[in-house]
């Protein structure tokens, strides 16, 4: 597993953690919204009264509502990415992912639109009656670019698994496990079968499931997150103003947290900015060429909802509870992931500022850090390391109170150490350290009117998110798969989608938010150069659009 973490992380690097990728993403973004006059204001009241049906027309031709499109592709966004994504951000970067996380949400909802008019536009029906749509038709159709939609197509299906798929239940299976002690391979297999159940139906029953569904669990995990807000009221102020403040400074080192950089701030936040609202990723625009209309443009609208209400409204709201809730900064008791350790030589305080200097320069990838990786042996009495040539950093921190187990028994030898890593196999690390992903919203749930309840809140809400996103992402996948191979590779595709959902619950969940940054990026990188390519298009179906609009209103 370290060694898979290790080579995932290589193609990360030249992907999304690459230095051009925030740029290209924001980028894209920052290019349409000036090009088509800042559509995300002046479309927004447009856009609200189309999804109410305000100008729907019985016959034209879809499979489902404008409602339908957008709580399908939101059952896709609004997942993990808002519970989990969100306080991994903040984990690696601090306060200030959370600004980033709002700027690519901003700029994305431009990109939305875009992506989401260009794949309706260039939709085709099926040989069954149903609509297939994405960036995939538009790259061949309109770009003549057979090459790119193939790649883009490959990716989609490889990012259904990496992003839509596995990190999903991965974070349920946890969150099921810590909050009712339920195996994770129950969980697992019980809603596995749920899973084959609803994706048999296609985009109808996967609609009709999110238009219930979305709203309810949104609910359900508002009402958690203010109870949390409303008892730490005096940290709001605090919270939004470390936000700014370390915008474009980077996050300064805090309790347990060692700090971030500007970079490495940025960076974070819009990678799991992205992952959040897959604005720019091209995915959405899969569901949203299923809704009925004539008018491109009009779906595109609609679809700039999306990055508002997931990452604008509800990743500020998880932000807000972590942050104000204090327990981002804080190191809790909990059983460490081989991938969230390394053993540094000598021994490192975090109440010493060099220290901390030292080891916010080695963490950060920044030169003049005088940090050395242990390698060696580590000998161990009944559960504690006897020797103190060595730290332990676990997840971005300096553990505390470790200890080693085998079996649910203190162990005690040699701990072989390689390149900072454990060899031996079965040896069990606890300790203090920070913690991430679903572990700290978790946490962060319990500091509110409903104390320990809170986390039962998250568990339910990830639960809902979670299981509706890889739903929405299975018809992503399948709508991939008929453009490469045809209808007959559907089947085949799902079956293999719901054995991976079920190995993804007991796998390590730090490879599995690994693979989802690489499959994240492979998607958008062709998609943006695809809808760049196609601006002038773009403007065209827009201006279209009103001209059509003002003469009907007219008539």
Known sequence: MEALSSFILFLDSFLGSAFYFPWLLIGVGVFFTIYLGFPQIRYFGQATRILRGQYTKADAPGDTSHFQALTT????TVGTGNIGGVALAIYFGGPAALFWMWVTAFFGMTTKFVEVTLSHKYREKTADGTMAGGPMYYMEKKLNMKWLAVIFAIATVISSMGSGNMP??????????????IEKWITGGVLAVILALVIIGGIKRIAHFAEKVVPTMAAIYLIGAMAVIFANLENIGPSFAAIFEQAFTGSAAMGGFLG??????????????LFSNEAGQGSAAIAHASAKGNEPASEGMVSLLEPFIDTIIICTITGLVILSSGVWSEKHQNTIDRADMTYVQGTYVDSNEEDVKNLFLHLNGEDGSNVEIFEGEIPVQNGVAVANNFTLIAARSIAEDVTYSVEGEPFTGTLEISAGKIQNEGVIVDGKSLIHSIKLTSEAFKRGFFGDWGQYIVTIGLL???????????YYGDRAMIYLLGEGAVLPYRVVYVGAFFLAAIIDS????????????????PNLIGIFLLHKDMRETVDSYWEHFRKNQAD
């Open 73 to 76: 592709a939101l059952s896709g």
């Open 168 to 181: 999903q239940i991965n974070n349920i299976a946890v969150g099921m496990n810590e909050s009712f002690g």
């Open 260 to 273: 971030a950089t500007f970079w490495y701030a940025m960076m974070r936040g819009v990678n799991r900015g």
């Open 464 to 474: 809902l998110f979670a299981f509706s996103t890889a739903i929405a992402w299975s």
């Open 510 to 525: 730090a490879i599995i938010w690994d693979v989802a940054l690489v499959t994240v990026a492979l998607m958008t990188i």
